[in-house]
């Protein structure tokens, strides 16, 4: 398993949206957008997670709090249950979207701490506890899910690389070593060479990047076996996350000279002790280990250093099992050429949400000859863009305003 947390986002160096609700556009699907903001400050709420009760069918908000939810037709009376972290989960009539004009208030939830006991105050227990209920709190049986997956490349603040994806995923028990696999149902990209100078990134491994930042399916990624050795844990906070109390345990690595280590929080269900969400940050001190992690090749005159590794992991719990719901990676590399006055700085945002999940089945299965390689480079392919309808009953993550910008301009270029 250490190859995985060396083959993790590997990369490749080498020479306003309308927030109003959506009358049907399909015969199969109604959609509705809308818009998710703190109650009193208005502020948009990111990484909410929206929900059609009684279904699987699922979507995230972006940047900015929009979304965009697909729902089959047959459906009636579609409620949308949102959820974030720090507030009071709402339940809301899809229809009553118009007459907020796509607005979800949500409000802060105040937390009354409970008596602490002997397990909140050893937070390494409860850690512990956390990876030894794994076959409780998570499937054990296969799932077959089906995602929206992003990334995108800026050099600078201009986007020169655009990749998006529907992908259905088999999904393996959490009681065995088995990998997932992914398969691609549609996809579109480009890149703007053009912006590129003399040097092409490229990122390797597309959906199954998000896909390892399961810690509940690859520990070993995130946490070695000797982690009470590594690092420090203590009980940060107590929250209020999905109508849920949260145990907010921070982790720090101990000083090394020998790998690259991450800081960050877990944040843990109390009643289950199941993790619900995981943020985290890979340190970069140790630049030579990090380069190894992450920089496969690079030109013989430029000096390659990453400078930025953020990661973002949540699950979403249903009938008492706690399922892969959104992971996040963001990830910068400063460029260091020779006899240039000047550096180039390349940053990347990879991002997959699934938006329904199943038991699997054998007509579910996904062949061996359609599944994408693990270190996959998703080719170009930029004739989606200059269609509105493209995705059509497939759920996807609402586009930020600089990539719904950047997806104009491709889909002029493509006409």
């Given amino acids: 398993m250490n190859a995985m947390r060396i083959?993790?986002?590997?990369?490749?160096i080498v020479l306003g949206i309308s927030c109003i609700f959506s009358q049907p556009n399909?015969?199969?699907?109604?959609?509705?957008?809308?818009?998710?903001?703190?109650?009193?400050?208005?502020?948009?709420?990111?990484?909410?997670?929206?929900?059609?009760?009684?279904?699987n069918?699922?979507?995230?908000?972006?940047?900015e709090g929009n979304f965009l939810l697909k729902v089959p037709i047959a459906s009636q009376h579609v409620k949308l249950i949102v959820s974030h972290i720090g507030y009071k989960?709402?339940?809301i009539e899809a229809d009553e979207l118009q007459a907020q004009k796509g607005i979800i208030a949500m409000e802060q939830a105040t937390v009354v701490l409970p008596q602490i006991n002997v397990l909140t105050q050893d937070a390494n227990a409860l850690v512990a506890l956390m990876f030894?209920?794994?076959?409780?709190?998570?499937?054990?049986?296969?799932m077959f899910m089906t995602a929206f997956y992003r990334e995108s490349i800026r050099k600078g603040r201009s986007y020169v690389s655009l990749s998006?994806?529907?992908?259905?995923?088999?999904?393996?028990?959490?009681?065995?070593?088995?990998?997932?696999y992914a398969r691609l149902i549609k996809a579109r990209k480009q890149t703007d060479y053009t912006k590129l100078d003399t040097l092409v990134f490229k990122l390797m491994g597309g959906p199954y990047?998000?896909?390892?930042l399961d810690v509940m399916k690859y520990p070993v990624f995130l946490m070695t076996e000797r982690m009470f050795e590594k690092y420090d844990f203590t009980l940060d906070n107590i929250q209020w996350i999905d109508d849920k109390l949260i145990y907010v345990v921070d982790f720090k690595h101990r000083p090394t000279k020998e790998e690259a280590l991450y800081d960050g929080k877990f944040y843990i269900d109390a009643a289950s002790l199941a993790l619900k969400s995981a943020v985290f940050s890979l340190d970069l001190t140790n630049q030579t280990e990090a380069i190894r992690m992450f920089i496969q090749k690079k030109p013989f005159n430029a000096k390659v250093s990453p400078v930025q590794a953020d990661y973002r992991m949540d699950y979403v719990e249903k009938d008492g099992k706690w399922y892969y719901a959104y992971s996040r990676i963001e990830l910068g590399i400063k460029v260091n050429w020779k006899k240039k006055l000047f550096n180039s700085h390349y940053f990347s945002a990879i991002e997959m949400a699934v938006t329904d999940h199943e038991?699997?089945?054998?007509?579910?299965?996904?062949?061996?000859?359609?599944?994408?390689?693990?270190?996959?480079i998703i080719a170009d392919k930029a004739e989606g863009f200059s269609d509105p309808d493209f995705w059509g009953p497939h759920n996807v993550i609402e586009p930020d305003k600089p990539i719904e910008a950047a997806i104009r301009k491709i889909g002029r270029k493509a006409l």
């Fill in 359 to 376: 038991i699997s089945s054998d007509d579910k299965s996904i062949k061996f000859s359609d599944r994408l390689r693990t270190h996959v």
């Fill in 89 to 91: 989960s709402r339940t």
């Fill in 57 to 63: 069918i699922a979507t995230v908000t972006n940047a």
């Fill in 26 to 55: 399909n015969d199969d699907y109604r959609s509705y957008r809308g818009k998710v903001i703190d109650q009193l400050t208005h502020t948009p709420l990111t990484y909410c997670n929206i929900l059609a009760a009684g279904t």
């Fill in 7 to 12: 083959r993790l986002l590997f990369l490749s």
């Fill in 209 to 212: 990047n998000c896909l390892f």
């Fill in 164 to 180: 998006e994806a529907v992908v259905e995923i088999q999904k393996q028990s959490y009681n065995n070593y088995r990998q997932d």
């Fill in 132 to 142: 030894e209920k794994i076959p409780e709190n998570y499937p054990m049986q296969e």
